[in-house]
């Protein structure tokens, strides 16, 4: 990514408030003092017109002319060190234009994007909740991926945190969560693991940032487990087959067990239909959205596939309930091939559980698609799919570039670290054999470059005070 000319500061305000925004030249030959002729300030705000209500003028390339302003001219200085300073009112949510001009000729165009005062201490954290190490018997690269290694590579694609979900295990996640931590403050693995029963696979929903494990305290002839079945078997509807009563209860069964646990419990991929029907019979799947047995669904997983009905199952589910259902893009990947296609942006305070849930559960996030090549289908709020998509055109091309560089750096320290002798012997393992032989990955020490880190965080530092100006 080429650096831009000139440096901006503030690029997200509060709307309907006055703010003093800086620009800087970042280089000799744009420092504003060496231009011939006096630079002049133009801008328009988010609603198209004009600080006063007026509509500006425009031109279609064609001809045709409103014989307006196109820009509305503003008061600026420039100060002795060349810095460029001006005040504006940003009324209204959204995009604001502006364009430094010398005579005829546009010489910087620029955005600032204006959001409710309550938005500026939040800022955008994108990750993934379901993807599958090599302790998932069915990952596609078993003997590679190892929960650390992936973690790696996802910070690498632009990821501030994932949760690792292999199917009922909850300790490989554990163990990738203390590797990062090792590492940095900026990415972020958060418990995890996708729940089934032992006995019936038709269950596949999320506990993300649970503080123990679901799938543990599941199965026929656990009490718990058995006195929740007995419980919820009394008030499920009757179905001509007694698996499906069995299934009913049991949904039942893992959202009280994900929300004692702490976790968001997330409904996956509910069109899946592996050897060509649909996994979860659509009776059960209609049970559970209407007693809304989750706390958000799965929007996009691995493939487009299904995408489209999910899509139309989300609508129709949010127009019946009459509120937003809070929701999330994953990848479901078991693959190197399969990261960072989907991705949740999640607007928080902070990169810590506590924050993601709750701005998650309040629909403060944003699910991105990119299955499609260069375009983004999103899926959000209005002014938060706005918000995105100026981040992604403005913020996210140097904070990517900047969590390449710190992936790096995981990459050397996991060279560097202890081995970890149990890897290889648990995944080849027999699944059923694998299941609750990982539960304690504290002995396990890496090598981070702390230096190398710390100057890392000192370039992330400085590309958010550019853009919150704090």
Avoid at 223 to 248: G, N, Q, S, T
Wanted: contains cysteine; aromatic residues 12%; charged residues 25%.
């Amino acid at each position: 990514m080429l650096p831009e000319l000139y440096t901006v500061s503030p690029r997200i305000v509060a709307a309907d408030k006055c703010t003093e925004i800086t620009v800087r030249g970042r280089f000799p030959h744009s420092d504003l003092r060496s231009f011939n002729g006096e630079p002049v300030l133009e801008g328009v705000g988010p609603d198209g017109l004009f600080i006063n209500g007026d509509m500006p003028g425009y031109t279609c390339f064609n001809g045709y002319d409103m014989k307006r302003p196109h820009f509305e001219p503003m008061e600026k200085v420039i100060d002795e060190n060349g810095v460029l300073r001006f005040n504006y009112r940003f009324h209204g949510v959204g995009v604001c234009s502006f364009q430094l001009r010398i005579g005829e000729k546009v010489v910087y165009e620029f955005k600032v994007f204006a959001v409710p005062e309550s938005w500026l201490k939040l800022r955008p954290f994108r990750g993934d909740l379901h993807l599958h190490s090599g302790y998932s018997g069915c990952c596609a690269q078993r003997e590679l991926l190892s929960p650390e290694y992936y973690a790696a590579l996802n910070h690498a694609k632009g990821m501030d945190f994932i949760s690792i979900s292999d199917h009922r295990q909850y300790y490989p996640s554990v163990k990738a969560a203390g590797f990062a931590v090792q590492c940095t403050e900026n990415f972020r693995v958060y418990p995890s693991e996708e729940v089934h029963l032992p006995d019936l696979h038709t269950i596949h929903n999320l506990n993300f940032g649970g503080k123990n494990s679901v799938a543990d305290r599941l199965g026929r002839g656990k009490p718990e487990f058995d006195r929740a079945l007995e419980k919820y078997l009394k008030i499920v509807p009757k179905f001509k087959d007694d698996y499906l009563r069995y299934l009913a209860a049991s949904y039942h069964i893992v959202a009280d067990f994900v929300r004692e646990s702490g976790g968001v419990n997330v409904f996956c991929h509910p069109f899946w239909r592996p050897y060509s029907r649909l996994f979860l019979p659509r009776c059960i799947r209609d049970y559970v959205l209407e007693k809304q047995l989750f706390d958000c669904i799965e929007l996009f997983g691995e493939g487009e596939l299904n995408c489209d009905e999910t899509h139309a199952l989300y609508s129709d589910l949010c127009i019946a309930s009459g509120r937003r259902i809070p929701a999330v893009g994953n990848n479901d990947a078991h693959r190197t091939s399969a990261l960072a296609v989907n991705s949740t942006v999640i607007f928080a305070e902070k990169n810590d559980f506590a924050s993601l849930r709750e701005s998650l559960l309040a629909n403060l996030n944003v699910v991105v698609s990119t299955h499609s090549g260069k375009i983004h289908r999103t899926s959000g709020t209005l002014d938060l799919v706005s918000f995105y998509h100026f981040l992604r055109e403005t913020y996210y091309p140097r904070h990517d570039e900047l969590c390449k560089k710190e992936a790096q750096l995981m990459f050397e320290a996991l060279d560097c670290g202890t081995a970890d002798p149990e890897y290889h012997q648990v995944v080849n393992m027999p699944y059923a054999e694998r299941i609750g032989k990982i539960t304690d990955f504290r002995h396990i020490n890496y090598a981070p470059d702390k230096a190398a880190f710390a100057a890392l965080q000192q370039e992330f530092s400085e590309l958010e005070e550019e853009f919150w100006g704090c």
